[in-house]
């Protein structure tokens, strides 16, 4: 069955310091995109960076990256330089795109910036 | 401005009366889809659409129908809400697989 795990449903972060929030996923389907979305306090999803599971580097997008280690199944984002506007809900997302093009999130990580 | 917009936005409704969230894009986008998001349990697919008269269901269709005579608009209706469905609600497009959201309806069934 296919599935997003988020193993970390809170982490706190000092301003100004990297943070990995940790995402598996599950899936037979050799073509797959993965997503990370952030969700700040005012509830908007906001789209932060995607990977192709055919994209040979992992994605950068200014202070996001994401760490993809196909044979371990993980998609971990990387905020590097922290900011307290960081603060919100992180969800890990995977899209299958052969057969049924459905999209499955998962239970999301809650990331504090600290000042 | 590219935007995906859904109404209303805050809803209380009471058991069984039917009720329609409506939700549309700017974008031409040929995907859109349904969300519900409930506390940890992140967002789950309701039902998507991959184009004009072309619909099917995500992980948790049951007492959700959807339309998409145009494509622009992708409603979401329930016909008998229960309190069960007390939620908030996404709309989401996208065109090549990354998708945009709209801003989500609150809903309350009484």
């Known amino acids: 069955a296919q599935k997003i795990t988020q193993t970390q449903p809170g982490m706190f972060v000092q301003e100004k310091e990297a943070v990995t929030l940790d995402c598996t996923y599950d899936?037979?389907?050799?073509?797959?995109?993965l997503f990370w979305y952030k969700q700040p306090s005012s509830g908007e999803m906001i789209f932060l960076i995607y990977?192709?599971?055919?994209?040979?580097q992992n994605a950068t997008e200014g202070r996001y990256s994401l760490n993809f280690q196909k044979a371990r199944k993980s998609a971990n984002l990387v905020i590097s330089a922290s900011q307290l506007g960081d603060s919100a809900m992180y969800f890990c997302a995977m899209r299958v795109t052969s057969g049924t093009y459905k999209y499955i999130f998962g239970t999301g990580t809650r990331l504090k910036v600290l000042a | 401005e590219a935007q995906v917009t859904q109404n209303p936005r805050y809803l209380i409704t009471v058991t069984g009366k039917k009720l329609t969230v409506t939700c549309s894009q700017n974008m031409n986008h040929e995907y859109m889809s349904w969300y519900r998001q409930d506390p940890g349990l992140g967002l789950r697919q309701i039902y998507y659409?991959?184009?004009?008269?072309?619909?099917d269901k995500g992980d948790v269709p049951e007492g959700y129908k959807v339309s998409r005579k145009e494509k622009r608009n992708f409603p979401l209706i329930l016909e008998s809400p229960s309190p069960n469905q007390t939620s908030l609600y996404f709309c989401?497009?996208?065109?090549?697989?990354?998708?945009?959201f709209g801003p989500g309806t609150r809903l309350l069934v009484l």
């Open positions: 659409s991959m184009n004009v008269e072309v619909t």
């Open positions: 989401a497009s996208s065109l090549y697989g990354t998708q945009y």
């Open positions: 990977q192709g599971s055919y994209d040979q």
């Open positions: 899936t037979s389907d050799p073509s797959y995109g």
